[in-house]
Structure formats: structure tokens, C-alpha cells
């Protein structure tokens, strides 16, 4: 049965080389596509992802990092260090604001920081971090995209600041990041005397959150899972449907190349069948060469298209360093699951055929 369903998908070449391209660029645009999608929400959880805060105190109905703006007193600062069970409390202070980089308009997200307490850049690829407020680390991607050099100055709302480093994974497609120190960010948005978040490391008790929101009152607390899973809503949502049809639509393409590739063969092999079938052979073993055929057309699609998909990230990553695509065993694993859904809906008509075959019509022919 094998070395039927073999002669039979091998007999024209550029038939199966057309279906296994067809299946390969398919492969290749859903592993792209959950590459991005995966990488867009690396990008978007990066800082929460890598700063050491197990909660987060907002402004009262503020429950996102990125989705919305929060205004707090610094007056909150010491009654957070009260509660028994923290360890570590940084005060953060973001905004997103527009610059102007070579007459090009760019929006970035400017997040300041207190040096000594931490809640900054958490990988520096080429400098230091900030120490004075006329200092600046801006996101090396921004950095390369724009030309922007250590030692440079960088204009941020009238104000210039002096870039001292430049940060690693700190962009997205969308904005990159800008930090400064706490001081200087309010002082450039004229809110001193407040802070956006307090970011909160607690030793590992449950109990700390209740702690928290007890002692603060008009304020919001939320766990760094809870922001995290927010921003993703707020920020990917919108994007995550229309890909995730896209991927639908691949896998349906696919199917459908693999589906006439193996028909064609099919029809072509009408009068085998008719006299396999004369001979005793069941249709169970007849769609058993179908789905074999079906099965090998997917398989040789798929591994071009791995190998095809590695090729155009890393070309995509080269060209546009700020999109992310992250291609890995859990995505290789369910586009391979997606080859043999394709190969067993594609063999579904050629089967259908097998089994309507009458031998006694074949040799009337």
C-alpha cells in the first residue's frame, strides 16, 4: 500500500512540487503569523515580565500599565512601606509622548524612575543606566532606526536629556521606551508631588494584597498577573481575531492545494483502482492510500515551510528590528498538527471517489 500511495504522489512532479509549495508558503504564514502575535505579546508584557513587583498600586479604576493614564500622591509612598510583608516599593511615573527625532514624529512611552530603588531598564546593551535628570536610556531599536547615537541629545517635551544608554527589549512594533529619572518626568509633565504606580515586591505571603488595599483605601491594587493579563486585552485584543483568522484562512488554502493535487492523481489512477478494487481490495485500504498520499504531500510541505519561516523572520527582524516573531517548539508543534488536519480534510473528496469506483464500468470503458 505504501509504495502505491508513493508512485502514485511522485508520478508528476510539478504537480506535487506545486502542492508542496502551496502547503509550505500556508505553513509558513501561520507559524509567521503566531510568531507575531506571540512576539507582539512578549513585547507588550515586557516590563511587568521583568520587573521584580508582585503588585501594582494605581489610581482608583486604573487597572493597566500601558491602557491607561494613573495619577497618584507620593503621600501613598510611605503607607505602602508600612505594610507589613513588603520588601521593596518603586515609584513609577509613565507617560506617552510624541518626539521629534530628524523631523520625523515618533511616539514613545516615557517611564521614570528612582535610580536607588529600581523599576528601570532592566538590560542595558551599550552605556549606563541614568543617574541625573538631564539624562536619558532610550531603546536601542529607536536608537538604530533613527540614528540616534550614545552622547546625543534627545528633545522630550522641550526639554533636551543626553542619552547615556541604550536599553535591550524595551520596543514593540507600536512604541518604544524612554526612561528618565522620577524627578525629571514629573517635573517635564508639571505633576510633581505625585506618581503614576507604585510597584510593590512583597516575601511572598498572599496576604500582602489584601494588606495593601486595606491601608491605602482610594487607590487600586492589582496583581502583576492581573496587569499583565489586562494590557494583553487592552492592547493585543484588537489585533489577535483578525490574525488568528488569517491562520484559519492558511490552513483552508493549504487543504485545499494538497486536496487537488490528490484528486488530480486520483482520477488519473481510475482504472487501478477500478482493478484493486476487482480483486478483493476494500475501500478501507483504498483510503488508506489516499491518506498516505494526502499525509506525504503535508509532511514535505511542512518541513520546507520551518525552514522557510526561519529564512523570512530573520529577515523581517533584520529589516524591522521592532517587530518580534517568535517561532518555537509549542508554535512548530500545532502547525504541524494544522499539516495533518489539512492532509485528512484534503484526502476527504479523492476518498469519496475511491469509494463510488465500480470495477464492472472501469472495464466497460
Given at each position: 500500500?505504501v509504495?502505491?500511495a508513493?508512485?502514485?504522489?511522485?508520478?508528476?512532479?510539478?504537480?506535487?512540487a506545486?502542492s508542496?509549495?502551496?502547503?509550505?508558503?500556508?505553513?509558513?504564514?501561520?507559524?509567521?503569523?503566531?510568531?507575531f502575535?506571540t512576539g507582539m505579546?512578549?513585547q507588550?508584557?515586557?516590563?511587568?515580565?521583568n520587573?521584580?513587583a508582585?503588585?501594582?498600586?494605581?489610581?482608583?479604576?486604573v487597572?493597566?500599565?500601558?491602557?491607561a493614564?494613573?495619577i497618584?500622591t507620593?503621600?501613598n509612598?510611605?503607607?505602602?512601606?508600612?505594610?507589613?510583608g513588603v520588601r521593596?516599593?518603586?515609584?513609577?511615573f509613565?507617560?506617552?509622548?510624541i518626539v521629534?527625532?530628524h523631523?520625523?514624529k515618533?511616539t514613545?512611552?516615557l517611564?521614570g524612575?528612582?535610580?536607588?530603588?529600581?523599576?528601570?531598564?532592566?538590560?542595558?546593551?551599550?552605556?549606563?543606566?541614568?543617574?541625573d535628570?538631564?539624562e536619558?536610556?532610550i531603546?536601542?531599536v529607536l536608537?538604530?532606526?533613527h540614528?540616534l547615537k550614545?552622547g546625543?541629545e534627545l528633545?522630550v517635551l522641550?526639554?533636551?536629556?543626553?542619552i547615556v544608554?541604550?536599553?535591550?527589549?524595551?520596543a514593540s512594533?507600536?512604541v518604544?521606551?524612554l526612561?528618565?529619572?522620577h524627578?525629571?518626568a514629573?517635573a517635564l509633565l508639571?505633576a510633581q508631588g505625585?506618581t503614576?504606580?507604585?510597584?510593590v515586591?512583597?516575601?511572598?505571603?498572599?496576604?500582602?494584597g489584601?494588606?495593601l488595599?486595606?491601608?491605602?483605601g482610594?487607590?487600586?491594587?492589582?496583581?502583576?498577573?492581573?496587569i499583565?493579563?489586562?494590557?494583553?486585552?487592552?492592547?493585543?485584543?484588537?489585533f489577535?481575531?483578525p490574525?488568528?483568522?488569517?491562520v484559519?484562512?492558511?490552513?483552508?488554502?493549504?487543504?485545499?492545494l494538497?486536496g487537488?493535487?490528490?484528486?488530480s492523481?486520483?482520477?488519473e489512477?481510475?482504472?487501478?483502482?477500478?482493478v484493486?478494487?476487482?480483486?478483493?481490495m476494500?475501500?478501507r485500504?483504498?483510503?488508506g492510500?489516499?491518506?498516505?498520499?494526502?499525509?506525504?504531500?503535508a509532511g514535505?510541505?511542512?518541513?520546507a515551510?520551518v525552514?522557510?519561516?526561519?529564512?523570512?523572520a530573520a529577515?523581517?527582524?533584520?529589516?524591522?528590528?521592532?517587530f518580534l516573531i517568535?517561532v518555537?517548539?509549542?508554535?512548530i508543534?500545532?502547525?504541524?498538527?494544522g499539516?495533518v488536519?489539512?492532509?485528512?480534510?484534503?484526502?476527504?473528496?479523492p476518498a469519496r471517489?475511491?469509494?463510488?469506483?465500480?470495477?464492472?464500468?472501469?472495464?466497460?470503458?
Amino acid at each position: 500500500m505504501v509504495p502505491i500511495a508513493w508512485r502514485n504522489l511522485f508520478e508528476d512532479r510539478l504537480r506535487l512540487a506545486i502542492s508542496v509549495g502551496g502547503v509550505a508558503l500556508s505553513i509558513m504564514l501561520v507559524l509567521l503569523l503566531n510568531g507575531f502575535l506571540t512576539g507582539m505579546n512578549q513585547q507588550i508584557t515586557a516590563y511587568i515580565d521583568n520587573t521584580p513587583a508582585d503588585y501594582y498600586v494605581s489610581q482608583k479604576g486604573v487597572a493597566n500599565l500601558q491602557g491607561a493614564g494613573s495619577i497618584i500622591t507620593r503621600s501613598n509612598l510611605q503607607k505602602v512601606e508600612s505594610v507589613e510583608g513588603v520588601r521593596a516599593v518603586m515609584p513609577v511615573f509613565t507617560q506617552y509622548v510624541i518626539v521629534e527625532i530628524h523631523r520625523k514624529k515618533v511616539t514613545a512611552f516615557l517611564l521614570g524612575y528612582e535610580p536607588e530603588r529600581g523599576g528601570g531598564p532592566w538590560q542595558i546593551a551599550e552605556g549606563r543606566a541614568v543617574n541625573d535628570g538631564d539624562e536619558m536610556v532610550i531603546d536601542r531599536v529607536l536608537a538604530k532606526r533613527h540614528g540616534l547615537k550614545l552622547g546625543e541629545e534627545l528633545e522630550v517635551l522641550g526639554k533636551r536629556f543626553r542619552i547615556v544608554g541604550l536599553s535591550k527589549g524595551t520596543a514593540s512594533w507600536m512604541v518604544s521606551m524612554l526612561f528618565t529619572t522620577h524627578e525629571a518626568a514629573t517635573a517635564l509633565l508639571r505633576a510633581q508631588g505625585t506618581t503614576s504606580y507604585i510597584l510593590v515586591d512583597g516575601d511572598g505571603d498572599s496576604r500582602v494584597g489584601e494588606r495593601l488595599k486595606a491601608a491605602l483605601g482610594e487607590t487600586n491594587v492589582v496583581t502583576r498577573a492581573t496587569i499583565a493579563a489586562n494590557d494583553l486585552k487592552f492592547l493585543a485584543g484588537v489585533f489577535s481575531t483578525p490574525l488568528r483568522m488569517m491562520v484559519l484562512i492558511a490552513v483552508g488554502i493549504g487543504a485545499l492545494l494538497v486536496g487537488l493535487t490528490i484528486y488530480s492523481a486520483t482520477v488519473e489512477r481510475a482504472r487501478e483502482y477500478g482493478v484493486v478494487k476487482a480483486i478483493g481490495m476494500r475501500n478501507r485500504r483504498l483510503y488508506g492510500i489516499v491518506v498516505r498520499q494526502a499525509l506525504g504531500a503535508a509532511g514535505l510541505g511542512f518541513a520546507a515551510g520551518v525552514l522557510l519561516v526561519w529564512l523570512v523572520a530573520a529577515g523581517i527582524q533584520q529589516t524591522w528590528p521592532q517587530f518580534l516573531i517568535v517561532v518555537d517548539l509549542t508554535s512548530i508543534f500545532q502547525a504541524a498538527a494544522g499539516a495533518v488536519a489539512m492532509a485528512l480534510v484534503a484526502s476527504l473528496v479523492p476518498a469519496r471517489y475511491v469509494a463510488n469506483i465500480d470495477p464492472a464500468r472501469i472495464y466497460r470503458k
